[in-house]
């Protein structure tokens, strides 16, 4: 009996740890791969079991109350110190095997993820995959995530990082809106055409398009006349005829090779070097991460 407490016990101080840190049950139940009802029963066991609440609950969030807050901190070393025995475990093996985690933007993980999977199941069989596509960043450690690929900067030292290959930003026009109102020249002449635009959805603010114009890199916000708030919008917007859109090569390539798409101005296309995929130090030796991120060396 005193065995299967002490279980219980450890298993509601990893779910409080999870819990706050992410502020919801919800976000922990998925990061620990259980249910909701699951972390939520763990951490009222353990309430009763330390006889202090943890958690302020609403309808909506939870927060930790003073006595949470004390003991928060040492519950994230004890689940660290988990997942650093899971990830030891994992890197004694020769042969991949688990559930990788892998979290990405949409474009990215759409695009250029999606498509690797079935290869690299084929490979590496003993290897389940969780795909987590969300445009706004998560914290790898925190939610407990293998692997990410990522476009932009990268703040967080606690990761490492290898840079992808580079890709270019274009503009790209369905071939009937081009029979019907003509080709540009020069990026000047976009104020002439109709446009498709995107707005950030973190942000709020519209892209700015990027343009190389003799040894300049030189931006144009064009007066779009559509304007939406997902880049697979504008990829699906521009193919149904509604005029000229930017967007990534790795985006457009599938557009472009069925004949739904046609680059333009792509002289004066910019190439980008910022796809880095980043994983936590304790995935170091993982050979799942590894073997994925060897794969995606060669598919990119």
Not at 81 to 108: V, Y
Not at 123 to 144: A, P, T, W
Not at 277 to 290: D, E, K, L, Y
């Amino acid at each position: 009996m005193k065995e299967q407490i002490g279980l219980d016990r450890l298993t509601g101080l990893l779910a409080f740890a999870r819990a706050g840190s992410l502020g919801s049950y919800t976000a922990a139940a998925r990061s620990l791969s259980v249910s909701p009802s699951a972390i939520s029963k763990s951490v009222q066991r353990l309430e009763r079991q330390l006889g202090v609440p943890l958690f302020n609950r609403t309808t909506r969030s939870i927060t930790l109350t003073n006595e949470g807050r004390d003991l928060h901190e040492r519950a994230l070393k004890l689940l660290r110190d988990a997942e650093e025995i899971e990830q030891a475990a994992k890197a004694a093996r020769s042969e991949p095997a688990g559930t990788l985690r892998i979290a990405a933007s949409f474009p990215i993980g759409l695009h250029v993820i999606a498509p690797l999977l079935p290869v690299f199941r084929a490979r590496h069989q003993k290897v389940s995959i969780d795909l987590r596509l969300n445009d706004h960043r998560v914290d790898l450690i925190e939610e407990g995530i293998d692997l990410a690929v990522r476009i932009g900067d990268l703040p967080d030292s606690r990761l490492l990082s290898r840079k992808l290959s580079p890709h270019r930003l274009c503009c790209y026009a369905s071939p009937t809106y081009l029979a019907a109102s003509g080709t540009p020249s020069h990026p000047d002449e976009l104020q002439s055409y109709e446009t498709v635009n995107l707005r950030y959805q973190s942000s709020g603010q519209l892209f700015r398009w990027p343009f190389r114009i003799g040894d300049r890199d030189v931006e144009i916000l064009p007066s779009s006349s559509i304007v939406v708030d997902a880049s697979e919008a504008v990829i699906s917007t521009v193919a149904a005829g509604s005029g000229i859109g930017m967007a990534t090569s790795f985006m457009a390539t599938s557009w472009v090779k069925r004949g739904d798409l046609v680059p333009v101005l792509s002289e004066f296309a910019v190439e980008r070097h910022n796809i880095t995929a980043v994983w936590p130090q304790s995935r170091r030796t993982n050979p799942a991460v590894r073997a994925f991120l060897n794969m995606l060396t060669e598919a990119l």
